[in-house]
């Protein structure tokens, strides 16, 4: 009987003999991936996606720590600023700027081969308290922000390749959000709002431009209102390119109702950006929750519906999906919902969870 090895060994030497140089033969171990799968996926999700697959960061974990660094490095191919890239980390005071955290992000990505998506440069919950106390009229405001997104926009022109430039604008329900600082100087908030995309586009011209919220594939109304603004910026000229939808879900988010939303927010035919993704898994806010085997394939299912929802876009509209962390051991979940939370794709130990694989089965 012939020895399968002797014959695994020449079809080995006859494949590589085949290739030319500058070819890469890949071979795949059929034990790796999920034990008992005949056919394990071993790819990464940047490797798998087709658009560009995004992690929020901070630069303290990734001075910190090694195995952080390593995993956001492995698995993506974008990042995302969590905070350090918000009008109140940058802009300490009326005459000076603090881009220590954000040069080293950009940095970063530069020496990595990663894209950087900029958030976000007005919201009204990180305008600096030195500007909410100035009491500046209208007319002083907006040109404070003017200069503003001139400078931060321009100082990464070509090395931020996409902002979220307003963040937030509308309630629940799709009215205007009672803040006190806009709403309270501008007849026209949304009119306000548009100039600050233009002012954004001149700084960098190739860069993409967004309107970013939370829910909008859930809440018709607030979806109605963006649309509306989406159709008001377009017949007027300005330079909006994308939607974010945060995509804070959860394992009980109705899926039906996310899908019927998703699809209208897409028929602006502009970018879609799933621009902060996570998947709360202790619905119930319980202290005493266990996240289990069952709990974890639940949160498979929901990351892969998502990504394949997401999938179902033309490709020309399909820009990132961004979680919002990279590890459960470092997620704002398990401060702002429980401290029992478990909503990303690798567990605090690096390991891909039932959720990396989901989504990874979610892609084409």
């Known amino acids: 009987m012939i020895n399968k090895k002797y014959i695994l060994g020449i079809l080995t030497v006859l494949l590589f003999a085949s290739c030319s ?19 394990p996926i071993t790819q990464t999700l940047k490797e798998k996606a087709k658009f560009k697959i995004g992690a929020a960061v901070k630069m303290r974990d990734l001075q910190g720590e090694a195995n952080y660094k390593n995993a956001v490095l492995k698995h993506y191919s974008q990042i995302t600023a969590e905070f350090e890239m918000k009008m109140a980390s940058i802009w300490t005071s009326s005459t000076a700027y603090n881009f220590t955290a954000a040069d080293y992000l950009v940095g970063f990505a530069k020496d990595n081969n990663l ?11 990180s305008f600096p308290e030195w500007f909410k106390n100035a009491k500046y009229d ?111 879900y ?45 709990e974890a394939q639940k949160q498979a299912e929901t990351y892969k519906y998502i990504t394949t929802l997401y999938e179902e876009l033309p490709q020309a509209q399909k820009f990132a999906i961004s979680t919002w962390g990279v590890t459960d051991k470092y997620t704002w979940l398990t401060t702002f919902w429980n401290s029992k939370e478990y909503p990303l794709l690798l567990d605090a130990d690096y390991n891909k969870k039932p959720a990396y694989h989901g989504f990874l089965e979610g892609l084409k």
Request: charged content about 25%.
């Open 21 to 39: 140089n500058d070819e890469k033969v890949v071979f795949i171990n059929a034990d790796e991936g999920d034990s008992g799968n005949p056919n």
């Open 115 to 125: 894209e950087v998506h900029g958030h976000t440069l007005v919201w009204y919950d």
């Open 138 to 248: 209208s007319i002083a405001f907006e040109s404070k922000v003017k200069v503003y997104i001139t400078d931060v926009v321009g100082r990464y022109k070509g090395r931020v390749k996409s902002w979220d430039v307003v963040n937030e604008v509308f309630a629940d329900g799709g009215a205007m959000r009672n803040e006190t600082v806009i709403n309270s100087l501008f007849k026209d908030p949304i009119g306000f709002y548009g100039r600050c995309f233009r002012y954004a586009k001149a700084a960098d011209p190739d860069a993409k431009l967004f309107y970013n919220d939370y829910s909008v594939a859930l809440d018709a109304g607030k979806r109605a209102s963006i649309k509306k603004m989406v159709t008001r910026f377009k017949a007027n000229g300005v330079p909006i390119d994308g939607i974010g939808d945060q995509f804070h």
């Open 250 to 294: 959860a394992t009980d988010t109705n899926r039906q109702t996310m899908k019927t939303g998703f699809t209208d927010m897409a028929s602006t035919g502009l970018l879609i950006h799933i621009s902060e993704l996570d998947i709360k898994v202790n619905t119930s806010k319980s202290d005493s929750y266990v996240f289990t085997d069952t």
